[in-house]
């Protein structure tokens, strides 16, 4: 079946640093890919998304580029804040059906130190 | 601004106790979701309904049920609340006309069972 699988936390950086959290995934055909942030106290909020392979997705410095040759759709960000520190998911759509469901991974916490 | 609004964001009830949680949608959105987020569990998908009336099984619904009557609002219902229900509670919407994928989340219900 479809999963997700992403890095456990938590990652831990200093502010300014660079980020990397990583995601593979298992579909069949070609999923939608999506990451998710959830802010302290609040729900979960579109991220960033691709739609088909090479596609890059991006967003407040944010950014993943949907590959299919190794199933992997990782979140980098080249200088991260104190405001960044939260939990992402990644998450993946396997068709366009109305009754589809987005498959979340099990969430990072992502910490940032002054 | 777009929205979800969930009843009640913290809540503490007893064991056995019938519990229900309200979810509202202002964006006319055909699908609606409820999930459960636990550490190390991530988010796991408990019932969702893409019309009026109209319910799907997720992937752990037992103890759980659901009701739709209007579009806007999607209730979930413990009808008898045990320990191992204790969880945050997220519920989430999204447009099956406009499919680009996103879900739109609430900010959660914590729930405590006694």
């Known amino acids: 079946g479809n999963s997700v699988t992403q890095m456990e936390g938590p990652v831990t950086l200093s502010e300014e640093a660079f980020l990397t959290i990583n995601c593979t995934y298992t579909?069949?055909?070609?999923?939608?890919l999506f990451w998710y942030v959830q802010y302290p106290g609040e729900g979960l909020q579109l991220l960033l998304k691709?739609?088909?392979?090479?596609d890059k997705g991006s967003n407040k410095g944010f950014e993943a580029t949907y590959r299919k040759e190794t199933t992997s759709f990782h979140l980098e960000k080249g200088s991260v804040q104190v405001s960044d520190s939260a939990v992402y998911f990644c998450?993946?759509?396997?068709?366009?059906?109305?009754?589809?469901?987005?498959?979340f991974g099990k969430g990072t916490r992502l910490h940032i130190l002054p | 601004d777009v929205k979800v609004t969930q009843s009640s964001r913290y809540l503490v009830k007893r064991t056995g106790e019938k519990v229900f949680l309200e979810c509202v949608q202002d964006?006319?959105?055909?699908?609606m979701f409820w999930y459960r987020q636990d550490p190390g569990l991530g988010l796991r998908l408990i019932y969702f309904s893409y019309d009026v009336k109209m319910k799907e099984k997720g992937d752990i619904p037992e103890g759980y049920s659901v009701s739709r009557e209007k579009k806007e609002r999607f209730s979930l219902i413990l009808e008898s609340a045990s320990t191992n229900q204790t969880s945050m509670y997220l519920c989430a919407s999204s447009s099956w006309t406009v499919n680009t994928g996103e879900l739109f989340f609430g900010e959660g219900s914590r729930l405590t069972v006694l």
């Open positions: 964006m006319d959105h055909e699908n």
């Open positions: 998450a993946l759509s396997a068709s366009a059906n109305r009754d589809d469901k987005i498959i």
């Open positions: 579909a069949t055909g070609y999923p939608s």
């Open positions: 691709a739609t088909k392979a090479d």
